[in-house]
């Protein structure tokens, strides 16, 4: 059973690395149609059968209620919901037109038309969005395999190049939620604040290039420190590992490291949001240069002014003052940090003073 679960694990993985690969342009071009037409005022319709009739109304929970901020609802809705119409429909006129009457009910010209088949064949989601094609609607297919009928009439094609439905749909509610967090950053758009923290030597003892999981000692009031901080920032590592091009171990094993850490920490109610590594002997992404904080504010649209890197090296300082992030310095004193703390619980304090 345990390999069962590993093979399944395995095609999970394997099919969003297909995604991550084919599928990111065109991840985008839909994301940048439906905030267009959001911003004109328009809605945007999904549907599906089966498991994609529940990937329809997840994704339209996300918009209406709230994917990661507290904002106004986005006006979304699945065709999926309304037993009434979907049982007289059904028996007035057939299964075929249950989601083409709707669209041709509901749909505004320029709305957004979300169909969803995994095999991208369904005779229902083929119908409505050739009839909101018609309406002059924007289309857009969310399928597996080759696409199937359905790409026939669609504006914007999301294919998942696999064959094995499950995966297919772990892939689509996958590509949903990262649509909900484009749309929802794009059209509220706020600034995140950041801790940035140096791994060894600040989180965990430095025993010298650590990559194996049971040399993990979480270093003494790290975890109420991490506590209190996360209530108001982001958590983010940012560490160089150079033992991976010195060839002491790989890229997977500081992978593997870094869920271990995660994994160590989340059982104490405590939470990394990202883990930023340099493998390489120089380049910008090493510390002192700021490159892993410059990356991580791009991908979390992070304000770095507001942000701070705390860690036990020289260098770690000087990583943040480049990136522009107030600095501290742990177990050590030094002038160029803005303040110097025994451990990471008194620089947790010391930020939350100055934060108020």
Not at 153 to 166: E, G, L, Q
Not at 256 to 272: C, D, G, S, W
Request: charge should be negative; proline fraction near 3%; charged fraction near 30%.
């Amino acid at each position: 059973m345990e390999e069962r679960i590993k093979a399944r694990l395995r095609k999970h993985d394997f099919t969003l690395k297909l995604v991550e690969e084919y599928l990111i342009s065109d991840i985008k071009k839909a994301a940048e149609i439906i905030i267009e037409k959001y911003k004109k005022g328009k809605k945007v319709l999904i549907f599906g059968n089966g498991g994609s009739a529940a990937d329809a109304q997840h994704i339209v929970a996300e918009l209406v209620g709230r994917f990661l901020k507290e904002r106004k609802g986005i006006p979304a809705i699945a065709l999926t919901t309304n037993s009434s119409n979907i049982t007289s429909i059904s028996n007035d006129y057939s299964f075929d037109e249950v989601f083409e009457r709707q669209v041709e009910a509901l749909l505004e010209e320029e709305d957004v038309v979300i169909g969803i088949s995994t095999s991208g064949n369904s005779p229902n989601v083929v119908k409505a969005l050739k009839k909101a094609k018609e309406l002059k609607g924007v289309t857009i297919a969310l399928s597996g395999r080759d696409g199937g009928e359905m790409i026939k009439y669609a504006d914007i094609s999301i294919t998942v190049p696999f064959h094995m439905t499950p995966h297919v749909q772990e892939a689509h509610i996958t590509i949903g939620h990262i649509l909900c967090d484009l749309i929802e950053e794009k059209l509220f758009p706020s600034k995140n604040r950041a801790i940035f923290l140096d791994r060894d030597g600040t989180i965990n003892e430095d025993k010298g290039y650590v990559y194996k999981t049971e040399d993990l000692v979480i270093l003494p009031h790290v975890i109420e420190g991490l506590k209190l901080l996360q209530k108001r920032f982001l958590i983010i590592v940012v560490t160089n590992q150079s033992g991976v091009e010195r060839g002491y171990y790989t890229i997977e094993d500081v992978d593997k490291f870094h869920r271990h850490l995660y994994y160590t920490l989340a059982k104490e109610k405590v939470y990394i949001d990202d883990f930023y590594y340099c493998p390489y002997l120089e380049g910008e992404c090493r510390k002192p240069n700021p490159g892993m904080l410059i990356q991580a504010a791009k991908d979390w649209n992070i304000d770095l002014e507001k942000s701070y890197m705390i860690g036990d090296k020289i260098t770690d300082v000087e990583a943040g003052k480049k990136a522009g992030c107030k600095t501290i310095i742990i177990g050590k004193e030094n002038s160029l940090a803005d303040f110097s703390a025994k451990n990471l619980l008194e620089a947790a304090q010391w930020i939350l003073e100055k934060d108020l």
